[in-house]
């Protein structure tokens, strides 16, 4: 469906429901010829996006040359014609009459068993960078503006000029990483893409002008894929040089528009050097889609620490997302090229079709279940589970589990205010059997810590395998996720005497389900309050989160929490444990007194 | 700015941070995640 926009999506993997919303283009396309008898007489002239403004563009117009369907559209936006006494010459010369100012847009709900996500990248605009004059130096242009300018369907037809005065360059400089690799503008990633393209450049400028010379100031050129560097080095054959440094400063000459660039240790390793051009293309970096975080909300995704969407497992599972049904494909899930794409996206439709022509999905045995008896229908699960994976039956009656979209973090279960929520194979019985195994013996001495399965856990192992020394007081418990950890297993620690407990957890950036480990934060900073009012040190509780690569760090966490152990005195861990039964008796108390007074008054407990 | 108190040496630093934000929040001096909120105190309530 062109012209349209993705507004909802609701359900799960094989039952999707999506809402699109198909938008008005005020032209019947089914019997729009595109003969552009319209545009001839359209009054209103806009800057055309497709040729990064160096064209115009009607208010009638096709977004682009190869716009399927090949039929007009109306940017309502810019039209005088929604009144057609204002205008409305458009509809006036439309022979076969399919301009309708009428049209309205339109929700189209469908029903689908998966969503392949191919929503593409945004490329950096290099305005911040002022060293380089980008927007202020006419001849100063991105790689997206050179593509336009050297392309025969472009606004020159092909014919490569400069921007200042029309005139073909013959001294180009091509500036690598403009916001790519760099803490300091953009992004620190590698944009993947660039140094093939400006080779590309390169060698297309060569090839249409032989007499243009062109020089690249790079800090690497990462030309790794198959054939790459054959064509890197066509490139310096045909006389490309390549400079390895990247400008510090590009000035102008305000009469003639030729540009100096300033480069330190180019070509003679040392000192500064000036090149003269006509011209400048600045590399820019690809980025994440200005919309992505209303696509991540949509469906439930969640991104890398670049911005990019984050796949269920970034080698096993590469085009699917955490939430299931669902697959990437493209920039949308990192940088890349054609070809990746194009093998991605055939990744990501063959995993959709196994999915759908299977007709049912294995599932991990390690869903939550709910206990109909206890759950008081409070629905903070509802809000807590990052899959939208629990549904609502109405107000004071307990949600459902959908077992096929439930992913088995268990944040609901440690939400859960009165027990009615476990995890099967997770249940809280086993995991308080671990803490109470733990405490049985020189509690005092031990550092209980909860470990993710997917990071910090194999963090830990990794630290073991790497023959790492760290004290040996800690004791770990396997949680699919640090969102399982219940605030009562942390109490339930202290109470028997536990000297301090570590919750560790996967880094935000790689947390695998989705943004469970937000909820981990929460809690924490809860007791950490609490242990304050209580009189117990807030340091007895650590929180760290460590990657399964993080080994070191492991290591590292217990030895500074050992530090803090050898400081907890055991007068200290005594009355912690009182003040904690004292609680428990006050709450079982008030308990008593309350179910009391609901017998007295006759209502149901 | 949100104030906050690394559990892990005691440090008190100031970092941004909102119910939105996705941002992981770390001790600039030894790097901890143990990082407690502190809550901003309330104005006390003018006399009457």
């Known amino acids: 469906m062109a012209y349209s926009e993705v507004v909802n999506v609701s359900g799960y993997v094989g039952n999707f429901t999506v809402q699109v919303k198909k938008k008005a283009r005020y032209i019947d396309e089914k019997e729009c010829t595109a003969c552009g008898e319209c545009v001839a007489v359209c009054p209103v002239t806009r800057p055309d996006e497709y040729q990064t403004g160096f064209s115009t563009r009607k208010a009638i117009h096709i977004p682009f040359p190869q716009a399927i369907p090949a039929a007009y559209l109306i940017n309502m936006d810019d039209c005088l014609g929604i009144n057609p006494i204002a205008c409305g010459k458009c509809a006036d010369v439309c022979e076969k009459k399919c301009i309708n100012f009428d049209m309205q847009d339109q929700i189209v709900e469908l029903k689908v068993g998966a969503v392949v996500v191919a929503t593409g990248m945004d490329v950096y605009d290099p305005t911040e960078i002022e060293e380089y004059g980008y927007g202020r130096y006419p001849n100063v242009i991105t790689s997206m503006e050179f593509e336009r ?57 060569r090839d249409h002008y032989p007499d243009t010379q062109c020089s690249v100031f790079y800090m690497d050129i990462r030309a790794f894929g198959k054939s790459f560097e054959d064509f890197y080095m066509r490139s310096k054959e045909e ?23 300033v480069v330190e240790g180019g070509n003679n390793g040392s000192g500064v050097e000036f090149h003269e051009f006509d011209m400048v293309v600045l590399s820019t970096g690809v980025i994440p889609r200005g919309d992505s975080a209303a696509i991540r909300k949509l469906l439930t995704l969640s991104k890398t620490s670049d911005g990019f969407l984050m796949e269920a497992h970034p080698r096993l599972k590469p085009v699917d997302a955490p939430t299931r049904g669902v697959f990437m494909a493209g920039c949308a899930e990192s940088p890349k090229d054609i070809k990746d794409s194009v093998a991605q996206a055939g990744a990501a439709a063959s995993h959709a ?29 509802l809000r807590v589970c990052p899959y939208h994976a629990i549904q609502s039956t109405g107000k004071q009656s307990p949600p459902v589990v959908i077992t096929a979209a439930c992913a088995g973090c268990g944040n609901c279960g440690a939400a859960c205010p009165t027990g009615a929520i476990t995890m099967r194979h ?101 007791i950490w309050d609490k242990m304050e009012k209580l009189g117990i040190r807030p340091d007895r509780l650590q929180l760290e989160w460590i990657s399964a690569a993080e080994g070191q760090k492991f290591a590292k966490v217990m030895r500074d929490i050992e530090e803090i152990r050898k400081k907890v005195t055991r007068e200290e861990i005594d009355e912690t444990v009182r003040v904690l039964n004292e609680e428990d008796k006050e709450k079982q108390t008030k308990k008593l007194a309350k179910e009391a007074k609901l017998a007295a008054s006759g209502a149901p407990a | 700015m949100t104030q906050f108190r690394c559990m892990m040496c005691g440090h008190e630093f100031e970092d941004s941070w909102s119910k939105d934000d996705d941002h992981e929040v770390s001790c600039p001096n030894c790097k901890s995640n143990s990082c407690r909120r502190l809550k901003a105190k309330k104005a006390a309530a003018p006399k009457k």
């Open chain 1, 426 to 526: 997770f249940t809280d019985t086993q995991i308080e059997a671990q803490v109470d195994a733990i405490c049985s013996e020189n509690a005092h001495e031990k550092i209980v810590t909860f470990a993710c399965n997917w990071c910090s856990y194999a963090g830990g192992d990794f630290a073991g395998i790497s023959r790492l020394q760290y004290p040996a007081y800690a004791r770990l418990i396997r949680t699919m996720c640090s969102a399982r950890v219940d605030e009562d297993f942390i109490w339930r620690a202290f109470q028997q005497g536990v000297a301090m407990v570590l919750v560790s957890g996967c880094h935000y950036a790689d947390c695998h389900y989705i943004d469970a480990n937000r909820q981990t934060v929460v809690r924490v900073n809860r």
């Open chain 1, 149 to 205: 300018l050297i392309c025969a369907g472009g606004p020159t037809e092909g014919h490569f000029v400069r921007p200042s005065d029309e005139q073909r360059p013959t001294r180009i400089g091509f500036v690598q990483c403009v916001g790519s690799r760099s803490s300091k503008y953009g992004h620190p990633y590698c944009s993947n893409i660039c140094c093939m393209n400006t080779v590309k450049d390169t060698l297309l400028l």
């Open chain 1, 239 to 261: 006389g490309v040089r390549y400079i390895r440094s990247l400008p510090g400063e590009i000035e102008e000459d305000p009469e003639t528009h030729n540009l100096r660039v």
């Open chain 1, 353 to 381: 079709n196994i999915l759908l022509n299977a007709g049912q999905i294995s599932i991990e045995a390690i869903t939550s279940m709910i206990n109909e008896e206890i759950c008081n229908g409070c629905e903070l699960c």
